[in-house]
DNA sequence: TGCCAGGCCCTCTTTAGGGCCTT
């Protein structure tokens, strides 16, 4: 495991691919027996999307009344779909080695553990999470629920939320949004999947000047 | 509607509490 603490890490550090990915699910824990019933992904290479990935999955168990309100998912949906081992393992194989991102990568991340784990598959180490981003590069958005923050950024708006493929699209747009946004405040040419990622994990009152340092820039600007 | 879990992160903090975010 490689630790990224200076900016010299990061200037040899630069991830062309990445893929932007969202689950589904029966609920919010893994540890009590919730499942992914959904994946949406996306590849983002050079900026734009190259790739994408979807599929439902049969649980093997009815779903909370909650969930189908919430995503549109039904069991009449989920009856007829593939088992989650075939899906779980073309998805590890649509993600290879690529580093992930997903939107509060805490929650996909048990998952996406949970899921690997029970079918052997490696799991990815490298996950950035666009929350934590936007939390340090947006820091006056009303929220940053991803909803709230692809309407205040004005980005592309999918038809629906809470459907795995179009919230991963929406969270690759963001994710593009603040590529877009460190290059034009801090003079970046390209800004590595890494840079982005450890910026989620910078206390949030040390991002600016985490990100002056990046850029060379080691006086204030605003 | 709000709870469920869990990591992050802020504050009235660090021997803690509670809001944010995800389904």
Redesign the pocket.
Known sequence: MTALNSPRQFATTDNASVVVF????T???P??GDRVIEIGAVRLEDGVIADQFQSLINPGCPLNP??T???GISDAMLATAPDAEAVISDFQRFVACTPLVA??A??DR?FLIAEFCRFGHKVPLAIGCS??AA?RIFPDAP??????LVSYLELPTARR??RALA?ASMTAALWLRMEQELCSRYGFEKVPFALLKRL??I???KADRFLQQIAGRPQDRN
């Open positions: 969202d689950f589904e699910t609920g919010m824990s540890q009590q909650f969930i309100d919430l995503t939107h509060n805490s929650f048990r929350m934590l939390r929220n940053h629920k991803l909803g709230t939320f809470h919230d989620g994990q206390p949030r009152a």
